[in-house]
Structure formats: C-alpha cells, structure tokens
C-alpha cells in the first residue's frame, strides 16, 4: 500500500518500488522494471530469458529537504538471436535514465535549465544551495555543450540595413 504510493509519487513510468529508506537528510528508493521482457539493443529481438541482475544508483529530485537516490535493480538478459555480437545485455531504462547516466531525465533536465539561465559558476552555487548533487561548475557546462540544439524556424519577414562608405559618400 504505502510503497504504491510511492511509486505514484514517483511518477517513473515503468518503475516498481520495492523498498524505502528514510534518514532526516536523505531519501534511498530502491525500484525495478515492471517490464518482462526487454530488447536487445544491437539486434532489437525481443528477450524473457533473465541472465542476473544488478543495482544502478542514480540521483534524482529532491523531495522537500531530502535529497533522493534512486537504487534500480536492473536485470541482464540472454539475446535470443543466436547470431547476434551482444549475447548478454542489460535492460534499458530510457523513460527514467539515460545508458551510463548518473542523474535521472528529470534532475538532468532541471540542472540543463539552470545551466543555461545561470552558467557556470552562478549555477553551481544554486545547484548546492537546492542540494542537487553537482560537483563543479564544469559539470554545467558539459550539459550545455550536450543538449541537443534546436533550429529556429524560418523567418517570414527579413529587414535589412543598409550602411556603405563609398568615395566619399557616407549613407546609413
């Protein structure tokens, strides 16, 4: 009952929460797929067979004055396609973190916000005030230089200023 309130709370999708532990200061969420089944990320073939798992810990969001870690139980499965290179893979969790990720989407995204609004140096100093978890103001910049960049759209009007020095003749 209370840990499918936490999993609400949570709003991961795909995530079931097993166990909860609480400190004044901190918050650890231990959580594991719902999936069954996973794809094999070389060949996309579909795999049941579970080989092991292990646990992944992440930083996510804080919760009021806790900062939170995410404990996931991921699971190793068998690829089922024989002449794949990957024989065993591990199961994906993109909707929650990126592969080799040490923050979830959503603390990522929050730190890319005040990265870009902040910088450097002014950001880290709001990301240790508000407990993120960010080690120096490098780690700003890196997910400036990650995010994807976006193309403005095409301007339906353009203006143009005119401005020449020519023999003489100075016109603006």
């Given at each position: 009952?209370?840990?499918?309130?936490?999993?609400?709370?949570?709003?991961l999708?795909?995530?079931?929460?097993?166990?909860?532990?609480?400190?004044?200061?901190?918050?650890?969420?231990?959580?594991?797929s719902?999936?069954?089944?996973a794809?094999?990320?070389?060949?996309?073939?579909?795999s049941?067979r579970?080989h092991s798992?292990?646990?992944?810990?992440?930083?996510?969001?804080?919760?009021?004055?806790?900062?939170?870690?995410?404990?996931?139980?991921?699971?190793?499965?068998?690829?089922?396609?024989?002449?794949?290179?990957r024989?065993?893979f591990?199961?994906?969790?993109?909707?929650?973190v990126?592969?080799?990720?040490?923050?979830?989407?959503?603390?990522?995204?929050?730190?890319e916000?005040l990265?870009?609004?902040?910088?450097?140096?002014?950001?880290?100093?709001?990301?240790?005030?508000?407990?993120?978890?960010?080690?120096?103001?490098?780690?700003?910049l890196?997910?400036?230089?990650?995010?994807?960049?976006?193309?403005?759209?095409?301007?339906?009007?353009?203006?143009?200023?005119?401005?020449?020095?020519?023999?003489?003749?100075?016109?603006a």
């Amino acid at each position: 009952m209370v840990l499918d309130t936490v999993s609400e709370l949570l709003d991961l999708p795909n995530l079931r929460v097993i166990a909860v532990g609480l400190t004044p200061d901190h918050l650890t969420i231990t959580a594991s797929s719902e999936v069954m089944s996973a794809a094999c990320p070389l060949c996309h073939t579909l795999s049941h067979r579970v080989h092991s798992h292990y646990e992944r810990t992440v930083l996510d969001l804080n919760w009021g004055t806790r900062t939170v870690t995410l404990v996931l139980v991921v699971r190793r499965f068998f690829c089922e396609m024989k002449t794949c290179l990957r024989q065993i893979f591990t199961e994906r969790l993109p909707e929650a973190v990126a592969s080799y990720a040490r923050r979830t989407n959503r603390l990522r995204d929050e730190l890319e916000a005040l990265a870009f609004e902040l910088g450097g140096e002014a950001g880290t100093r709001v990301a240790h005030r508000l407990r993120y978890g960010l080690s120096s103001a490098d780690s700003l910049l890196r997910l400036i230089r990650r995010a994807p960049v976006t193309v403005p759209p095409t301007p339906r009007c353009l203006g143009v200023d005119d401005w020449a020095l020519k023999k003489g003749h100075t016109y603006a």
